[in-house]
Nanobody, 126 residues
Framework: QLQVVESGGGLVQPGGSLRLSCAAS????????IAWFRQAPGKEREGISC????????YYVDSVKGRFTISRDNAKNTVSLQMNSLKPEDTADYYC???????????????????WGHGTQVTVSS
């Protein structure tokens, strides 16, 4: 059974950092495109970053570019999202998702991903 589980969320002050982790089971992350999404209260779920399976190329939406870094640890079978310089507007539930059908690259569309975790909550507040 393919499964991803997020961890690492919490409460942090503006300007602080958090590191989210996406642990995979039932498949190897090296062969899947992995993306992070977030959903703030009352808003649609949005893709913020992804890493491809083919060449580890990474993509970020403008709102997190330069502050967030996605990375893969094949030995631990995890994908992490390092979040720095956090802002109150980063407050949301964060989700990890996996796509095994893509040959190269990765996307940030919700419909592109087959396997989803239950999310981890991030609150940025003083």
């Amino acid at each position: 059974q393919l499964q991803v589980v997020e961890s690492g969320g919490g409460l942090v002050q503006p300007g602080g950092s958090l590191r989210l982790s996406c642990a995979a089971s039932g498949f190897t992350v090296d062969f899947y495109a992995i993306a992070w999404f977030r959903q703030a209260p009352g808003k649609e779920r949005e893709g913020i970053s992804c890493i491809s399976s083919s060449d580890d190329s990474t993509y970020y939406v403008d709102s997190v570019k330069g502050r967030f870094t996605i990375s893969r640890d094949n030995a631990k079978n995890t994908v992490s999202l390092q979040m720095n310089s956090l802002k109150p507007e980063d407050t949301a539930d964060y989700y990890c998702a996996a796509d095994g059908s893509r040959v190269e690259g990765c996307g940030l569309g919700v419909h592109e991903y087959d396997y989803w975790g239950h999310g981890t909550q991030v609150t940025v507040s003083s």
